[in-house]
C-alpha cells in the first residue's frame, strides 16, 4: 500500500505526485534481480531479496514512502557519514582532519590501505577511516561512546533507534578483516584505544536497526542544515555539513564513487545491507533499501533509483538549474509609478517633466553571485542615464556571503557620479538585515547609498529632492488664497468674496495626531499650509495594519470630500509632521455657495479635475505595478 507519513502519522496516499512517481519507479525497477545479497555473516544472508522500498523525505518535514519501508535492517556503512557529522560536533573541523582524511581511496570499503604519508587513514567513508571516527564518540569506556553513538543516531533518525544483536555478535565474531585494520591502525597511533574497544562501537554502530522511511529522515536532516525535520531537533551544527556531505560526494560510495559522482551526482551513501541513501541540500533526504548488492558493495536497485530520480528532476550536482536573469522582476521609471503624496498641478508638471529620469528596478529571488552579478551591472547600466536609482528587494528572500560582497561593490564607479542610487524593503528586521547593515554607511557611486523601509517611502523621497532642486519650497510663509489648489481658478474678485464668507482658521496639530476620524461626520476641511498629513484605512481587528492610501502637503485640501458626500468620513487623517492647517467649516462653503453658485461651480469642478487627475495617476500605478 502506498502510505505518506505527515508529522509523525502514518497516513493513506492522497496519490500526490511525489508518491505517484515513487510507485511507478518501483515498479519499473521491481524485475531487476541482478546482485547479490551480503552473506559475509548468516543474517545479513537471510535477507529477503525481493524487498525494495524508496523514501524521499522533505526539509519542510514530508515523508513519502513506497515498498516495504517500515522493513527493519541494520544501518551498516550508512552510519559512516552520521558518526563523522558527530565527531565534528564533538571536536571541530581541525581535531577531525587531523583524525582522518578527505581523499578517495578507489579501492574496497573494506580494504586495507592506509596514508602513511599522513600517518591517517584516506577518509571517513570506508571502513578504516570510521573505525577511527568510531573512536571519536565521547566518552571514557566503550560503554559510554556506544550510548553517545545510538543517542547521536537516533537524534538523525528522529526516534529512539535499536540494535540489532545478533548481526552484531557476528559482526564481532567473524570481523577479522575489520580487526586487522584495528590493529594495523594502533601499531601506527592513528587509533588510541585497544583496538578490540574501538571495534565494539564499530561493530555496534554497524547494527543499529533502521528502516527506509527513518534513512530517508537521517537523510534530510543533512539536507536540512542539520536539523530533523520531523522533530525540528539540530541533529549536528550547521556548519558541519558541508563537510559531510562533500566526503559523502567523493568517497561515499567505495570504488564506484567516481563513477557515481559522473553519473548521478548526489552526496550519497551506501550500506552492505542493501540500503543508499543520498543528500539533496536545502530540499530533501532519499533513501533507498533493496537488500541484493553488486560487486562494489552498493545496491543493484538503490543505485539504479538514485540514477533515475537524478536524471528525471535534474538533480546532479553540476546540472545548471538557475536562470539568474530571473532576478530582474520589473523595471519603470518615475513617469509611470508615484509616491502616495498628492501633489499641487505645478507639481505634477515638475515630476511629469523629470520623473522619466528616475529609474526603480524591482528584484526578486534568493541574491547569489550569479543573480547578484547580474543586478549589479544592471544597476550600473541604467544608472548612466539616471538621476536616482530606486533598486526595491520587496521579493527578495536572501543574500548570501557573495552578493553581500557584490552589491557593496559601488563606490567609486564612474558611470555616473551625480547619480543616487537607493534601496528599498531591506527591512532591519528582515531576512535581508545582513545586506541593510553592509550597505549602511557605504557609497553608491559618489554618493552614500540612502535605504528606505518601502518604495513609497523612497519615491517621495526622490520626488521631494526633485521638487525641491525645481523650486525650492517656501515653507515658511503663509499661503494665499491663491495658492490654494481647491480655489485655483477663481478672480481676485471671487476670492476676496470667498474669504469674507469662509473665514479660514488657523489650527496647529502634534506630528502623530489624529485629525479626522473615520466614520465621523465631517463638518470641516483643512488646507495644509506647513508640514504634511497621512490619510489612512486603520486597522482591522486583531493584527490588522493601516494602510496608506496618501501623503498630503503645503496648499492641498483633506476632508473636502465632506462637501460633496454630506457623509461620514471615509478614511482618517493623521498629522505625518507638524502640522499647520486652515480649518474651513464645510457649512459655511455650502451656504456660500447658495450664494454664488458659479464660483461653487468653480470649486467642485477644481474638485473633480484633482480627483480626475489622482486616479488617472493610481492606474497608471496598478497598471505598472501589475506586470
Ligand atoms: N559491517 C560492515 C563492515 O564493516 C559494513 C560495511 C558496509 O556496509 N559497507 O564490513
Given at each position: 500500500m502506498l502510505l505518506t507519513i505527515e508529522g509523525n502519522q502514518l497516513v493513506p496516499s492522497q496519490e500526490d505526485p511525489v508518491s505517484r512517481y515513487l510507485t511507478r519507479l518501483r515498479g519499473e525497477l521491481m524485475s531487476v534481480d541482478a546482485g547479490e545479497v551480503a552473506s559475509y555473516i548468516p543474517e545479513l544472508a537471510r535477507a529477503d531479496p525481493r524487498q525494495f522500498a524508496i523514501a524521499i523525505a522533505t526539509t519542510?518535514?514530508?515523508?513519502?514512502?513506497?515498498g516495504d519501508a517500515s522493513q527493519l535492517f541494520t544501518i551498516q556503512s550508512v552510519s559512516k557519514p552520521f558518526a563523522y557529522a558527530h565527531a565534528f560536533a564533538c571536536h571541530g573541523r581541525a581535531a577531525v582532519l587531523d583524525k582522518v582524511g578527505v581523499e578517495p581511496t578507489g579501492e574496497a570499503f573494506n580494504s586495507i590501505v592506509l596514508d602513511d604519508a599522513a600517518n591517517q587513514p584516506y577518509n571517513p567513508m570506508v571502513n578504516a577511516g570510521a573505525i577511527a571516527v568510531s573512536e571519536l564518540?565521547?566518552?571514557?569506556?566503550?560503554?559510554?561512546?556506544?550510548s553517545a553513538m545510538r543517542s547521536a543516531l537516533s537524534r538523525f533518525a528522529g526516534r529512539d533507534l535499536d540494535l540489532d544483536e545478533s548481526v552484531y555478535r557476528s559482526e564481532s565474531e567473524t570481523g577479522h578483516r575489520n580487526r586487522a585494520i584495528a590493529y594495523l591502525m594502533r601499531n601506527s597511533n592513528m587509533i588510541g584505544n585497544e583496538p578490540e574497544a574501538v571495534l565494539e562501537v564499530y561493530f555496534r554502530q554497524c547494527s543499529m536497526l533502521v528502516n527506509c522511511r527513518d534513512l530517508a529522515v537521517m537523510a534530510a536532516s543533512l539536507a536540512n542544515d542539520g536539523v530533523n525535520p520531523l522533530t525540528g531537533e539540530a541533529a549536528m551544527p550547521a556548519e558541519f555539513v558541508q563537510d559531510v556531505l562533500s566526503v559523502m560526494h567523493s568517497c561515499g560510495m567505495y570504488d564506484y564513487a567516481g563513477q557515481w559522482a559522473y553519473e548521478v551526482g548526489i552526496p550519497a551513501k551506501s550500506g552492505v545491507s542493501g540500503c543508499v541513501i543520498a543528500v539533496i541540500p536545502g530540499q530533501i533526504g532519499i533513501a533507498i533499501y533493496s537488500p541484493r548488492l553488486d560487486s562494489y558493495g552498493n545496491s543493484v536497485r538503490g543505485v539504479m533509483a538514485c540514477r533515475r530520480i537524478s536524471a528525471d528532476f535534474g538533480l546532479h550536482a553540476f546540472c545548471s538549474r538557475t536562470g539568474v536573469e530571473s532576478v530582474l522582476r520589473h523595471e519603470l521609471n518615475g513617469l509611470r509609478i508615484r509616491s502616495k503624496r498628492l501633489r499641487t498641478p505645478a507639481e505634477r508638471a515638475i515630476l511629469d517633466r523629470s520623473g522619466g529620469a528616475?529609474?526603480?528596478?524591482e528584484a526578486q529571488g534568493r541574491l547569489y553571485f550569479g543573480t547578484a552579478e547580474?543586478?549589479?551591472h544592471r544597476i550600473r547600466k541604467v544608472a548612466a542615464n539616471a538621476t536616482h536609482v530606486i533598486v526595491d528587494f520587496r521579493h527578495v528572500q536572501s543574500a548570501d556571503r557573495a552578493a553581500l560582497c557584490l552589491l557593496q561593490g559601488f563606490s567609486g564607479v564612474p558611470e555616473n557620479p551625480n547619480c543616487q542610487l537607493i534601496f528599498s524593503h531591506i527591512l532591519?528586521?528582515?531576512?535581508?538585515a545582513n545586506l541593510r547593515s553592509v550597505l549602511a554607511g557605504t557609497k553608491g557611486f559618489s554618493r552614500p547609498i540612502q535605504i528606505f523601509d518601502g518604495l513609497d517611502d523612497a519615491l517621495e523621497h526622490v520626488e521631494a529632492e526633485i521638487l525641491y532642486l525645481h523650486a525650492p519650497a517656501s515653507e515658511e510663509s503663509m499661503l494665499t488664497l491663491q495658492e490654494i489648489v481647491l480655489f485655483q481658478?477663481?478672480?481676485?474678485?471671487?476670492l476676496s468674496l470667498l474669504s469674507l464668507s469662509v473665514a479660514p482658521k488657523l489650527t496647529t496639530f502634534e506630528s502623530g495626531q489624529i485629525?479626522?476620524?473615520k466614520g465621523e461626520l465631517g463638518k470641516t476641511f483643512f488646507v495644509i499650509v506647513r508640514g504634511s498629513a497621512s490619510v489612512e484605512l486603520p486597522s482591522i481587528g486583531h493584527g490588522g495594519r493601516t494602510v496608506q492610501i496618501a501623503s498630503v502637503g503645503r496648499s492641498l485640501a483633506f476632508g473636502h470630500m465632506a462637501l460633496i458626500e454630506g457623509r461620514t468620513r471615509g478614511a482618517q487623517v493623521v498629522a505625518e509632521t507638524e502640522l499647520v492647517c486652515y480649518a474651513i467649516s464645510v457649512e459655511?462653503?455650502?451656504t456660500f455657495g447658495l450664494e454664488h453658485p458659479s464660483i461653487y461651480a468653480k470649486i467642485l469642478m477644481n474638485i473633480i479635475s484633482d480627483l480626475a487627475d489622482t486616479l488617472h495617476a493610481a492606474n497608471e500605478t496598478i497598471r505598472a505595478l501589475e506586470r
Open positions: 519542510d518535514g514530508r515523508v513519502f514512502a513506497v564518540f565521547p566518552g571514557d569506556t566503550p560503554k559510554q561512546r556506544i528616475i529609474c526603480i528596478i547580474r543586478l549589479v532591519v528586521n528582515g531576512p535581508l481658478n477663481l478672480d481676485t474678485e471671487e485629525i479626522i476620524k459655511s462653503l455650502r
